[in-house]
T-cell receptor, first 113, second 111 residues
């Protein structure tokens, strides 16, 4: 079953504001991935994290692999209208198969002009 | 262009009528998987395959079958669909299991 808690479930922000969302788990993860899903499309990989403490950026996006290996966060700076979508965290649990991804339930982001 | 292609994109059918959703990738990826997406539940893995003729159950395999006879194809089979299998389905592929590249989804409605 699902073992990731993603929050918040939804966010409404003004264009230009920064955004932060996170995922936590009671299990230790070996990898953390962040995806974005636009309506009618499949999830697209934004950032992949492979080591505890790793901080990685992709343009205005920054994600970190928590030191405890049980959490990760995603920050979006200076939001723009095209940031609208659903953001998912995902990862592989250290006690499970390296091929099995577990997903969070998603954060629905709305950017108001 | 690197792609994961699913067909059909939309299907409305009736309970008990066998159906197959095809998935094909052109990236020579060894790993392929199927997910279903339901509101508030994120994506849940149905089955995955690490190579030809190697498949394994994910979190929600009941009511589904898969096969991997060729590296590029990984069809999802619903032998006797039921209304609780109404969902949005995604196929994904990768070289080693992650990160995974997703298709555009198949929306199934089982009446």
């Amino acid at each position: 079953g699902q073992q990731l808690n993603q929050s918040p479930q939804s966010m409404f922000i003004q264009e230009g504001e920064d955004v932060s969302m996170n995922c936590t788990s009671s299990s230790i993860f070996n990898t953390w991935l962040w995806y974005k899903q636009d309506p009618g499309e499949g999830p697209v990989l934004l950032i992949a994290l492979y080591k505890a403490g790793e901080l990685t950026s992709n343009g205005r996006l920054t994600a970190q692999f928590g030191i405890t290996r049980k959490d990760s966060f995603l920050n979006i700076s200076a939001s723009i209208p095209s940031d609208v979508g659903i953001y998912f965290c995902a990862g592989t649990i250290s006690s499970g198969s390296a091929r099995q991804l577990t997903f969070g339930s998603g954060t629905q982001l709305t950017v108001l002009p | 262009e690197a792609q994961v292609t699913q067909n059909p994109r939309y299907l409305i059918t009736v309970t008990g009528k066998k159906l197959t959703v095809t998935c094909s990738q052109n990236m020579n990826h060894e790993y392929m998987s199927w997910y279903r997406q339901d509101p508030g539940l994120g994506l849940r893995q149905i089955y995955y395959s690490m190579n030809v003729e190697v498949t394994d159950k994910g979190d929600v395999p009941e009511g589904y079958k898969v096969s991997r006879k060729e590296k590029r194809n990984f069809p999802l089979i619903l032998e006797s669909p039921s209304p609780n299998q109404t969902s949005l389905y995604f196929c994904a592929s990768s070289f080693n299991g992650q990160p995974q590249h997703f298709g555009d989804g198949t929306r199934l409605s089982i009446l």
